[in-house]
């Protein structure tokens, strides 16, 4: 198990590098996160729901997502209160200081989903949450020391040197443990080094001097790190602006962002400038396409959206003659209304939308999570996504739909005027055939790159990288000294 000094250390992806690397040795290899807080879920093919690093990890293993692989992921829906998944489906909402004592009573779901997995593989890799050293939140913990306790699987702790002060958070994290808890850690790793390693020898020899543990590698910074999806909206980065790319597209980033991973194959797209505006930015005049993203807080983000001003600079360039594409919440804003009278979402409000698409959306169940294969409507150009949300939308403009799915339904809805366009459908640029369609239809030039390789690629270096720089032998025979003889 992976455990971090703290949030952001880098341990998703060790974990996505250290599945595709011991893959590649031949092993069956599965990962596991107990739980997660992340609003960038991906839909399994047992009909749930995990958080998109698990799903990336999976793909790492060259196996199908499971439910099992993430049995409880926690999906923000306030500063103080999340929605929770359990092995794929809603289980309730809570606020963070009354989810502690429902703990315990999720712990069982944890060690099930864990078992499942261990008795069909050679070795899990499991990532924790946050940090290892919360001790104030141990007593009913289930996603470090209280999971590594119950689940007897040994831990090596993982700190970041980039952020400063690594070897007083992995000596202070022994510090502030309970004894048995500490002797749960064989090993450390400490991540995303620059420069010269050799400079940093001494402070990984002091760190195994003042703790006792294994010291199992000084890994250096992975720079393509940003072609493989974020786990976090903290983690979504602006990038290189590409001044000279003819298509501009807008991305208003709002605090309830949700499956902001659709956005990554636009990102690398030659011809596409891709913004992602924060607080205070204004959408740019001479921007092609606006995107709305998905929201885990649809009515909350739309009050966002409308103390920026961006619902006056999203109309304002609708006008002009710009395009604006809603994706599932983004969706649900470009209609006349949005109406969640369960409060499903927050407090049961009812409020008006941007008005750009003659639709309504009232929020209610059941939650819809499935993949979804069917076509374009405009072009016939085939797509394989995903649907991932809560609500129903009716209204005129749902009579010109989007897309015409394999089942026979529709979804979608256009403007008279064809420049404003919503949809359910996750996953429109990931597809390759439909990136390069959506593309065309706004007049860029698509390139002919592969988002799916590149995203292989990349895990094969990710890989390579960490057999280079990790103990990969240490960690296979700490995992085996727990396993018992017969591992």
């Known amino acids: 198990m992976l ?3 703290g949030s952001s250390v880098g341990k998703s992806l060790l974990v996505a590098g250290l599945c595709r690397a011991l893959t590649r040795q031949g092993l069956r290899v599965r990962p596991f996160k107990p739980q997660n807080m992340s609003n960038n879920a991906a839909v399994t093919a047992d009909g749930g729901e995990i958080g998109r690093a698990q799903a990336l990890q999976a793909l790492a293993c060259g196996v199908t997502p499971s439910v099992h692989m993430n049995p409880v992921l926690l999906k923000p829906q306030s500063e103080v209160g999340s929605q929770i998944i359990v092995q794929g489906q809603v289980w309730g909402q809570a606020r963070a200081r009354d989810y502690q004592s429902l703990k315990p009573k999720l712990l069982p779901h944890v060690l099930e989903s864990f078992a499942r997995l261990r008795a069909d593989c050679d070795i899990v890799i499991v990532e924790g949450a946050g940090s290892a050293s919360e001790v104030n939140l141990r007593r009913n913990d289930i996603a470090n020391m209280g999971f590594a306790c119950a689940a007897g699987v040994p831990v090596v702790l993982v700190g970041d040197i980039d952020r400063g002060g690594v070897i007083a958070s992995l000596v202070g994290t022994q510090a502030v443990l309970d004894p048995a808890d500490a002797a749960l850690i064989g090993g450390f790793i400490v991540n995303r080094m620059r420069g010269d390693a050799t400079l940093f020898a ?3 020899a002091l760190i195994a001097a003042r703790t006792g543990w294994t010291p199992l590698g000084l890994v250096p910074f992975f720079e393509d790190a940003h072609r493989l999806p974020a786990e976090d909206a903290a983690d979504l980065a602006t990038g290189t602006r590409r001044l000279d790319a003819p298509f501009r597209i807008a991305v208003p980033v709002l605090p309830g962002i949700a499956n902001f991973d659709d956005l990554d194959p636009l990102r690398a797209e030659p011809a596409v400038d891709l913004r992602l505006l924060r607080h205070g930015e204004p959408i740019p005049a001479d921007c092609d396409l606006v995107i709305l993203p998905g929201s885990k807080t649809t009515i909350a983000d739309l009050a966002v959206l409308r103390a920026c ?6 109309v304002a360039h609708v006008r002009r003659g710009g395009h ?8 649900q804003m470009l209609g006349r209304s949005i109406a969640d009278p369960e409060g499903i979402e927050g407090p049961p409000a009812s409020v008006a939308g941007l008005g750009l698409l003659d639709v309504a959306t009232a929020l209610r169940g059941p939650k819809q999570l499935r993949a979804v294969s069917g076509m374009t409507v405009d072009d016939l150009t085939p797509l394989h996504g995903y649907e991932m949300h809560m609500g129903v939308t009716t ?3 749902t ?3 989007v897309v015409r799915l394999s089942d026979g339904r529709v979804d979608g809805a256009r403007s008279r005027s ?9 996953g429109f640029f990931t597809d390759d055939a439909q990136r390069s369609a959506w593309l065309a239809r706004f007049g860029a030039a698509p390139s002919t790159r592969r988002h799916s390789c590149e995203v292989e690629s990349t895990l094969d270096e990710l890989a390579a990288h960490l057999a280079r720089h990790c103990d990969v032998a240490g960690l296979m025979a700490l995992a085996a000294s727990a396993a018992g003889p017969s591992a």
């Not at 420049?419 to 359910?424: C, E, K, L, T, V």
């Open 202 to 204: 001494d402070g990984m």
């Open 418 to 426: 064809g420049r404003a366009i919503g949809s359910y459908i996750h």
């Open 324 to 331: 604006v594409l809603g994706l599932c919440g983004g969706y």
């Open 309 to 314: 001003g961006w619902d006056s600079d999203i």
């Open 395 to 397: 209204g005129a403009d």
């Open 3 to 5: 455990q971090g000094t």
């Open 399 to 401: 009579a010109r739909p």
